[in-house]
């Protein structure tokens, strides 16, 4: 079943009431009688410029017990780190005004739990079980991926970074996303109780890109899990479609390119990616640091040698971190510079570049190596599994629409 769902912001209050403890949007400290009438239980949530002793203040209790609360939470919770907006439950001695327990939410998926015994307080952080269930997603795209999600709340912005990291040798987001296209996608979801938390990984995906499908299969292998086509080849390649997310390319590849600095003719062996000045670049594959430091025209610039005769570089950064110089090793992905405009340069933006056996090459259309296979030892099992997640993609067949997120939010 393909299901849209519910992005819960306030997650906290849900999981209050998971825990059986209650508040009242109309009164911060609301009372209640407790069957065994030895005492009352108060709670509340935490005001702007509300502290525990404040509360304590208020409520006319003991400040010696809070001192002990304090000091049983050292190494548990910092209690000097609340929030606005925490939630709290304090269980009281109705004759003494002694606090008997003490609950407090710390996350939406945690809570501090404290308790009087004989000998004093005794603290404790409780962990509630995250639940992992199976969804769907269908997303239609009509300009780019990030728009294209349902909302912009932080768990869609996960994904989208997500989908961009497994199809980051075949797809680049920024210049082959069509109109038209669309991602079937199984995924964890993960939940506490009743309440969605977030995605987990991505367990499989069809990316319809420019009419051709690209499939994607998590499949685990020795404890190492890693994504592959429907025939197991791995998705991985020698070097990245692009070193950098969120951009657009202001040049291509060119023999013969007016240049717009020099207003001359002459080529341009690469592919410049426009982006705001400190975008984080990464290593398009692993290999090793040939030169770090300022090269002319290019600017600050990085070149890194790479396994099978393939050369990346890195023109114009405005920064290349200190750890990135001559002889260093990289691994693919890994940040060496940062987006500027040094050099000869009109704007902020990257100058990447391939050589490939000596001779520049096109980053746009250059066939790459892939990554190991599954062995075939285990393709019996592979194909298990994307039996069962293709059986699980052809069911969904209904884009997810952001009306439906809103409608079922706002319930």
Known sequence: MNRTLPIIGAASVIIFM???LRTESNDNHEQRSEPAKTGITLNGAFQPGETLERIFNTLNLDL????EIVASSKGVHN???ISVGSLYSFEIDKEEKHIKQMRLVIDDV???????????????KVTLPVTK????????????????????????????????DIYAWDIDFSSDIRSGDSVKIVIEELWVGEVFKGYGEILAAEFVNNGKMHAAYRFENQGYADYYDTKGKSLKKALLRSPLRFKYISSGFSKRRFHPA???????????????????VSAAGSGEVMFSGYKGQNGRMVKIRHRGGYITYYGHLSKIPKKIRKGAKVSQGDIIGYVGTTGLSTGPH?????????????PLKIKLPRGTSVPKKLMTDFRK???????RLASIDQPVMASRVKSKTSG
């Open 18 to 20: 998971l825990i059986n």
């Open 64 to 67: 010696a017990d809070l001192s």
């Open 79 to 81: 209690l000097s780190m």
């Open 110 to 124: 945690s809570f501090l739990d404290i308790i009087r015994d004989t000998e004093g307080f005794i603290s404790r």
């Open 133 to 164: 269930k199976t969804g769907s997603l269908y997303i239609h795209i009509d300009d780019n991926l990030a728009n294209a999600m349902p909302s912009n709340h932080k768990e869609y912005h996960k994904l989208t970074l997500k989908l961009s």
């Open 262 to 280: 020099l207003r001359i003719y002459r080529p341009h062996l690469g592919v410049d990616y426009a982006a705001p000045t400190g975008t984080p």
């Open 350 to 362: 990257l100058d990447y570049r391939i050589k490939f056996n000596g001779k520049f090459v096109n």
């Open 385 to 391: 599994v994307v039996e069962s997640f293709d059986s």
